[in-house]
Nanobody, 121 residues
Framework: QVQLVESGGGLVQPGGSLRLSCAASGFAFSTYAMSWYRQAPGKERELVAAITRASGTTDYADSVKGRFTVSRDNAKNTVTLQMNSLKPEDTAVYYC??????????????WGQGTQVTVSS
């Protein structure tokens, strides 16, 4: 049915880069806003980056502005998070999220299983 599958996580040294990808299937991808969240051990899940369905508006957490870039390819049903200048504080499980709100106010909300990013020397 509905699937969001993250990939691209791994172990990198501080200052390095990673590119996360999220492959979507089972729903109308182009009509959903897409977001990346992350959660570190013992901490709350936080929004990292978001992009609207029209790719006209993006939003980033202050902690990643200037370092991370979110993009989407509606033809391929994918959303990408390019992460540069990585810091140990970026270590977390990163989750892909899809959200659609219809005219009646109902929210359709899907999550991937997450991919681990570890930044360590």
């Amino acid at each position: 049915q509905v699937q969001l599958v993250e990939s691209g996580g791994g172990l990198v040294q501080p200052g390095g880069s990673l590119r996360l990808s999220c492959a979507a299937s089972g729903f109308a991808f182009s009509t959903y806003a897409m977001s990346w969240y992350r959660q570190a051990p013992g901490k709350e899940r936080e929004l990292v980056a978001a992009i609207t369905r029209a790719s006209g508006t993006t939003d980033y957490a202050d902690s990643v502005k200037g370092r991370f870039t979110v993009s989407r390819d509606n033809a391929k049903n994918t959303v990408t998070l390019q992460m540069n200048s990585l810091k140990p504080e970026d270590t977390a499980v990163y989750y892909c999220n899809a959200e659609y709100r219809n005219g009646l106010g109902r929210v359709y909300d899907y999550w991937g299983q997450g991919t681990q990013v570890t930044v360590s020397s």
